[in-house]
């Protein structure tokens, strides 16, 4: 099944609870919550008490929390306490990915790992049988509004091969420059969780999602 997730860091942080109803009530599947601590990546956003808030705004959308932070093993559990249902964290983020996937499942949620344009698939090999979900990052992360890196299709019919190789089961998530333009395009190459911040978080929400979903369901 397809999944819309849209990204928080495009939101109105000053009608934050409004907007995040909003694409609930439009149908969304996930609230996509970008945390990034200035040193995985060159921007800062928000931790876990912002979290907490938002999960009582998103009721029972599920929040899918993206982690861009060096060492996130030392904040599972801060996750979890503020609502995190899905916690990705990044490959290159640790030492030891396969420990901090155990302790994301041990502390009750599902985990996703997430590679960095630059990134090569193969380094996925043998890690995707013990994942929900795989994110293939289609811009450098940090901010949001920048444009879809082509040579994200390649590395999404790559990881759909190798997830078929390995008969594995997990959702394959795209984040980053996703737009009405290339949705169909990025759904055909084995995207199913599609993230979107500046496309959604404009004009009319509502109506943004209800394009988005119209498309993934096609
Ligand atoms: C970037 C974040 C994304 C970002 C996407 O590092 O991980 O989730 O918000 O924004 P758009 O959809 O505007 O590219
Ligand atoms: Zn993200």
Redesign the pocket.
């Given at each position: 099944m397809n999944k819309l997730s849209p990204?928080m860091?495009?939101i109105d942080f000053g009608n934050i609870e409004e907007n995040i109803k909003k694409v609930r009530d439009a149908g969304s599947d996930y609230i996509?919550v970008?945390v990034m601590d200035g040193v995985f990546?060159p921007n800062i956003s928000f931790g876990p008490p912002v979290i907490q808030y938002v999960k009582k705004a998103a009721g029972d959308m599920p929040l899918d929390v993206?982690l861009?932070i060096v060492e996130p093993e030392r904040y599972v559990d801060a996750f979890k306490k503020s609502g995190a249902d899905l916690l990705t964290i990044h490959y290159e983020s640790t030492k030891d990915v396969r420990a901090v996937v155990k302790l994301i499942k041990d502390a009750g949620m599902k985990a996703g790992v997430s590679i960095k344009p630059a990134t090569p698939v193969s380094v996925l090999k043998g890690l995707l049988g013990e994942i929900d979900m795989v994110l293939i990052?289609s811009?450098e992360?940090?901010?949001?509004?920048?444009s879809f890196i082509e040579e994200t299709y390649e590395k999404l019919r790559e990881v759909k091969a190798l997830i078929k190789a390995e008969g594995a089961g997990c959702d394959v998530e795209v984040?980053?420059?996703?737009s009405l333009d290339n949705l169909e395009q990025i759904l055909e190459a084995g995207a199913n969780v599609i993230?979107?911040?500046?496309?959604i978080f404009k004009n009319d929400i509502e109506k943004n999602v209800k394009m988005f979903k119209d498309i993934m369901n096609g």
């Open positions: 990204s860091l495009s996509h970008d990546v993206h861009m990052m811009v992360p940090g901010f949001g509004g920048q984040d980053g420059g996703v993230v979107a911040g500046s496309a």
